[in-house]
């Protein structure tokens, strides 16, 4: 059984420091891995897909790493901003199923 | 383009109830699935589908029934509410095995 483990649970960071959540898995055979954001009493959005031969991909300010063989990925938020403020979660994906993390709550100071 | 749409957004049952979460998408996404979000534990899988007229269970199926006889529409059924089961209710779709997954905006259920 796949288990993802996210660690911190919580942080918090004055404005404009870079957040780096990181995200552990058990099973390294996985088809991809996908990070979403989601804000408090809403729905879960996507931010980044990795495929599961890609080391890392990027989208604006996020940068996301994969390390298969060592079952890692870590999602690097650059000059962070208070908007940003939000639980960040991680979601491994085998055949048609996936295995979350219990996300890592990120609060921007201003 | 909707996307992902579920109903309702809140519901409240009184243990024994039972009722029918309902998930539409109109992305032509073979694969639908619903999962479950409690504090602290992540989201868990219930049951999806893989195409209509194809189910299975997912990591905490008991309880639910699900079926799919479109391509659009997953809906799940709870027959017996119990307090355990209130929770926030999450229906995803995607177009294939491995692919990205998108989300709808969830179902907050609440058994008293």
Known sequence: ?110 | NAGVTQTPKFQVLKTGQSMTLQCAQDMNHEYMSWYRQDPGMGLRLIHYSVGAGITDQGEVPNGYNVSRSTTEDFPLRLLSAAPSQTSVYFCASGPGRGEKLFFGSGTQLSVL
């Open chain 1, 1 to 110: 059984k796949q288990e993802v483990t996210q660690i911190p649970a919580a942080l918090s960071v004055p404005e404009g420091e870079n957040l780096v959540l990181n995200c552990s898995f058990t099973d390294s055979a996985i088809y991809n891995l996908q990070w979403f954001r989601q804000d408090p009493g809403k729905g879960l959005t996507s931010l980044l897909l990795i495929q599961s031969s890609q080391r890392e991909q990027t989208s604006g300010r996020l940068n996301a790493s994969l390390d298969k063989s060592s079952g890692r990925s870590t999602l690097y938020i650059a000059a962070s901003q208070p908007g940003d403020s939000a639980t960040y979660l991680c979601a491994v994906i085998g055949d048609y199923k996936l295995s979350f993390g219990a996300g890592t709550t990120v609060t921007v100071r201003a």
